[in-house]
């Protein structure tokens, strides 16, 4: 059984970076045919994808959120991280980190989410 769990500040300041970490148990990250997502839901709004990170390491972003997104990885730790600079209060949002399957086109496990609020 796949889990994922996110983890970071729950209070970021404007024009600060937002920096979240997803930890993965019960399979690996490097695991073929497999993309490590974020996703964020603002209050109100529906989903929106932020990026991924696939098991090769290369990274796709939203490309509305793309100059100001990035994600890496630790493979020896079985973790990814999601860097969002210059945040508003716009980026206040629960935040999932998701595994999203190449063949399938499915996000088959989550995270349970964490709330996020950019505020001074």
């Known amino acids: 059984q796949v889990q994922l769990q996110e983890s970071g500040p729950g209070l970021v300041k404007p024009s600060q970076t937002l920096s979240l970490t997803c930890t993965v148990s019960?399979?690996?990250?490097?695991?073929?045919?497999?993309?490590w997502s974020w996703i964020c839901q603002p209050p109100g709004k529906g989903l929106e994808w932020i990026g991924y990170?696939?098991?090769?390491?290369?990274?796709y972003y939203s490309p509305s959120l793309k100059s100001r997104t990035s994600i890496s990885r630790d493979t020896s730790k079985n973790q990814f991280t999601l860097q969002l600079s210059s945040v508003t209060p716009e980026d206040t949002a629960v935040y999932y980190c998701?595994?999203?399957?190449?063949?399938?086109?499915?996000?088959?496990?989550w995270g349970q989410g964490t709330q996020v609020t950019v505020s001074s």
């Open positions: 019960g399979g690996s990250i490097t695991t073929n045919l497999y993309y």
């Open positions: 998701a595994r999203l399957g190449v063949v399938t086109v499915e996000y088959d496990y």
């Open positions: 990170i696939a098991y090769s390491g290369s990274t």
